[in-house]
């Protein structure tokens, strides 16, 4: 079976003031298409910059990166852009919501940009999802980190993903929330197929997953594939 995402000695480094600083370090491994996966490991070990990369967002220093058999080293921003529209859904840990934009508007744009119809309908639906309904007007200034999230979270899962990633998805959220995000993530796996790679400090949550890459340090230092 091809796998949905293959990363073949991934390496990720900075240069300032002369010195060298190696974030991710000869990183390999792949992840198959419907299955559940955690990242954990220490702050600064490099989860957020590894996500990134696996998605499409940054470009590695060396190394291969196959996201649904696409080739994502070898494309411009523009054609990795294209390839993140149609394939995958990315919950920032910061969110990056688009401000200028109201919390409708921000779940509406990835629709947009596929030429869906009746986007707003839609939006209005995942927005109800995460229980931000009553929100929809309100601009991301004007939402608690949570419900910014949430908005997050609905608009990550409005172009139906492949691939999921998040990034901390329950870092800002109260038990109960936490508890409905995580449900409705899993569910995207179970209804969709869709395959999720979490980033996460939370172990119960890393150990609701089938596979756990643990990360210290630029590194890969273990994977449990639970049976
Ligand atoms: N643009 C950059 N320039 C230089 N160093 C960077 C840059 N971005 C990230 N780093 C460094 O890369 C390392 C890994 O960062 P990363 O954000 O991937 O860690 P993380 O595992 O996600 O941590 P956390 O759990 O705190 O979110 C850090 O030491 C960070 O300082
Ligand atoms: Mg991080």
């Known amino acids: ?19 060298t600083l190696t974030v991710l370090d000869n990183i390999n491994f792949s992840l198959e298409e419907g299955s559940t996966n955690a990242i954990i490991g220490p ?8 996500l990134g990369l696996c998605a499409g967002l940054d470009r590695s220093s060396s190394g291969m990166v196959e996201l649904n058999g696409i080739r994502l080293d070898s494309l411009n921003e523009d054609a990795r852009a294209q390839v993140r529209n149609q394939y995958v859904g990315f919950i920032f840990q910061n969110f990056q919501l688009l401000p200028t934009l109201t919390a409708l508007e921000n779940v509406m744009v990835p629709l947009e940009l596929r030429g869906e119809k009746h986007i707003r309908q839609q939006a209005l639906e995942l927005l109800d ?15 608690s980190g949570g419900e910014q999230q949430r ?3 609905a608009r ?19 038990a109960e929330t936490s508890e409905k995000v995580v449900k409705l993530i899993f ?3 179970r209804e969709a197929g869709t395959t999720l790679v979490l980033v996460t400090h939370d ?4 150990a609701k997953t089938q596979r756990i890459i643990r990360m210290k340090g630029g590194k890969i230092i273990g994977d449990d594939i639970m049976g």
């Open 1 to 19: 079976m091809t796998p949905i995402l293959n990363i073949q000695d991934l390496t990720k480094t900075y240069q300032s003031t002369g010195q």
């Open 43 to 50: 702050s600064g070990s490099g989860k957020t910059t590894l």
């Open 129 to 143: 999802k995460v229980g931000l309904a009553d929100r929809s007007h309100h601009y991301p200034t004007q939402l």
């Open 151 to 153: 908005v997050s979270l």
């Open 156 to 174: 990550a899962f409005s172009n139906r993903p492949k691939i999921l990633f998040a990034d901390e998805p329950t870092g800002n959220l109260d």
């Open 187 to 189: 569910d995207l796996n």
């Open 203 to 206: 172990a119960e949550l890393a």
